[in-house]
Structures are given as C-alpha cells and as structure tokens.
C-alpha cells in the first residue's frame, strides 16, 4: 500500500481471488510513511500530545488506504465497500494508543458479504464505550486482520508484507537468511516480541487461541510464503528456528533496593498501571540487606518509565537508578530448544568469540535473549546465524 501504484496491484490481486468466487474482506494500513508524517505534524504542534487527539490523528492514514483501495476495486467492475473501524464493529478498551479489541459485532460484515461485496476494512482502529476512536499500536492492522478472521470463522488469513515470508533472521542483516516454509505459534510469537517485524505479536496471540492458520505472503509476487501454524513433529526437528534483534529496547536499574517483601510489586505495579510493559527481569544477590533491580523496557516508553521510576524509589527507600538506552537485544527461538541441552553455551560462545559482551540474560522454553551494546548487536546476529548453521537449514 505505498503508494497509488501499488494500491492498484492490491485491487488486481483482489478481484482475481473475488472471481475465482471467494468472499473477500480486506484489511488496510496506512501508505507508505504516512503515520510517520502524521506523527511528524504532531511534533509541530506539541511535545505532548493528547493520547486521544493522537488516535483521532493516527486513524485516519488507513482510512485514506481503505477508500483508495475501495475505488481501485470498483474500477475493476467489482461491487465493493469502505469501512473504518467503527464502521466494522470492532470495540476496544480504553487504553489510547494500545488499545486491545474486546468484542467485534459483526453484523454490517456478513450483511455486506451477503450482498457480493467485497469489503476493505481500514485496521489499526476501533471504538471505546466511550464513542471515540482508539488504535492498537504499531502493526495494529495485523490484530485487526486475524481479529475479524476469528469473528467470521474465515476459511484462511493471509498477511501481505514486503517480504516473501519469515526468514531465519533478517536477509538485510544475512544475505544467506532462509525463507521458512513452516513455523509454530509460539515460535513466531517470540520473534514478533523480539524484534522480527513481519507480524505483530497481538496478531499472532489472536491466531494461536483461535487456531486461525496464518499464510504470510510478498504483495509483489505470487509465491508461496511462510504457514504459521500449530506444532508439529517436524518443527521440532529444528532447534533454533530463527534469531533476531531489536534496538527498540532501554535498560534501567533500580539499584539500594531494601531486601523486603513487596518491594518489587511497588515497583513493577507502578509500571504496570502507566501502561509499561517490562521484559527482561533481573534482581542481583542480596547484600547487607540491599540489592539491586535491573530490567528493560522499549525506548518508546522509556521516558514514561523514568517519571515513574523516580517517582517509585522514593515510596520504596531505593537509592537511586541508572538506564542505558545505547543497547540491543539480541535472541534465538527455536520449539526444539527445551529438548537440546548446549543452546545457551553455544550462543555464548559464539558471542565470545566476536569480543561481544552480555549485560542481562533471559530465557524461556523456546528462547534465549541477551541484552548487548547497540554497535554489537547485528555482528551478534551474523554470528548466530552462523553457530546454528541456519543457512544451510532444510524442511523438506
């Protein structure tokens, strides 16, 4: 949906699996960087936007795609309609921003399928009790995609991107990067939280609980893409089945932390209530009764962590706090992982051995991230990808 030209192939690519006599319904985001424009005009007004004010902005980049892609599709001799969000039934919470999808009354859909409609839903966006717009974050249309899916027992839900499916890690990291045919859930799951950015996590929640098959798929050519999909035997079969990075991450500490009960729940709680969410979690040994509280956050709420910090230490008798926005997390997923003793040691190991330095470790069943430098973090990913041999991977 970049641009206009490319919103005239989504129109063709549309029409032709309408003919071939599938109901159709179609999810939208924004063109190109036009919520990074929106965003921008934003910034010219105020440095503290109203939450609210920013839905009502940031809602209207897909509503623009909807309606263009709606008139490429009539052009195409095809009966079809636009709707927002609202328009599609989607409610949601009241959390701007981020907000979740509660209910979707799906009423106006199946009455618009049943007049041989095609219909282009703008994602990203739904309604709170209250009436006013919200929108669910960034890869927001994703959610909204799977969400409707679910709402219409949808026979299939395939997500267009600019990729030709998930990759190992990203090919503009590691030419040798290979395409997956398969992956889990919990799998992908992990690699949309940790930084790969072909789906968005909610989305893959979504799929997961409601076991809707996920079929992601390039917007410029007609191959096959990536299922994702429950487990299997075979999946298992492979041991780490991608790695990946961000540098959307900040590290804090909390350090003079009284050894007492309670005290991490003050803290976290607090972040919890301002709508933070906290990955890695590390609390060091105990000494003279103190001890000292390291996690992350993503820089977008780094700002809003450190209020809040300042703020927490004071009500639980800390001594002070640090944070450290130059670094990246770097991980490696794999469902075969938990039944694989040695992963942990080789990805230390081979980040040992390009001088890289771990500041936090966290792990679970499927996964291992490590929090390193941000200049570290993609000679990390290379070296990965090169202990766990994931160029030469086979699924056949």
Do not use: W
């Amino acid at each position: 949906m970049g641009d206009t030209s490319r919103i005239k192939n989504v129109a063709r690519r549309v029409v032709e699996q309408y003919r071939q006599g599938n109901q159709m319904v179609v999810v939208v985001s924004a063109m190109g960087d036009s919520t990074d424009d929106l965003i921008a005009l934003s910034r010219q007004i105020t440095d503290n936007p109203s939450p609210r004010e920013m839905d009502m902005l940031l809602s209207t980049g897909e509503r623009v795609s909807s309606a263009l892609l709606a008139m490429a599709i009539k052009s195409l001799g095809v009966e079809v309609i636009s709707l927002t969000g609202r328009q599609a039934g989607i409610k949601t919470d009241m959390v701007y921003s981020k907000a979740r999808i509660i209910d979707v009354d799906n009423d106006r859909l199946r009455a618009e399928l049943a007049n041989s409609r095609v219909i282009i839903v703008a994602g990203f966006q739904g309604l709170n009790e209250y009436g006013d717009v919200t929108t669910l974050g960034r890869g927001g249309s994703d959610t909204t995609a799977v969400v409707l899916a679910a709402s219409l027992h949808a026979d299939l839900c395939e997500i267009y991107t600019d990729v030709d499916g998930v990759y190992t890690t990203d090919p503009r990291v590691v030419p040798e990067a290979c395409k997956l045919d398969t992956i889990t859930y919990d799998e992908m799951l992990e690699l949309a939280h940790l930084g790969a950015a072909v789906l968005h996590p909610r989305s893959v929640e979504c799929a997961k609980h409601y076991g809707i098959p996920l079929h992601v798929r390039s917007s410029f050519n007609d191959n096959p893409g990536t299922i994702v999909k429950e487990e299997t035997d075979l999946e298992i079969s492979m041991v780490i089945t991608g790695v990946t990075y961000t540098k959307n991450v900040a590290k804090l500490a909390v350090f003079g932390v009284p050894d007492q009960p309670g005290v991490a729940y003050q803290i976290f709680k607090k972040l919890a209530d301002n709508n933070i969410s906290v990955d890695m979690i590390v609390q060091s040994a105990m000494r003279d009764g103190i001890n000292d509280i390291s996690f992350t956050v993503t820089q977008d709420d780094l700002h809003k962590s450190l209020e809040t910090v300042e703020e927490t230490i004071k009500e639980v008798g800390a001594q002070g706090y640090t944070y450290n926005a130059d670094v990246a997390m770097v991980s490696v997923v794999g469902a075969g992982m938990n039944s694989n003793p040695g992963v942990a040691a080789m990805m230390f190991g081979a980040l040992a051995e390009e001088n890289i330095n771990i500041h936090m470790i966290s792990t679970s069943d499927i996964k291992i991230s490590c929090i390193v430098k941000n200049s570290d973090a993609e000679q990390a990913v290379k070296a990965l990808h090169k202990k766990f041999a994931l160029d030469k991977i086979d699924q056949n």
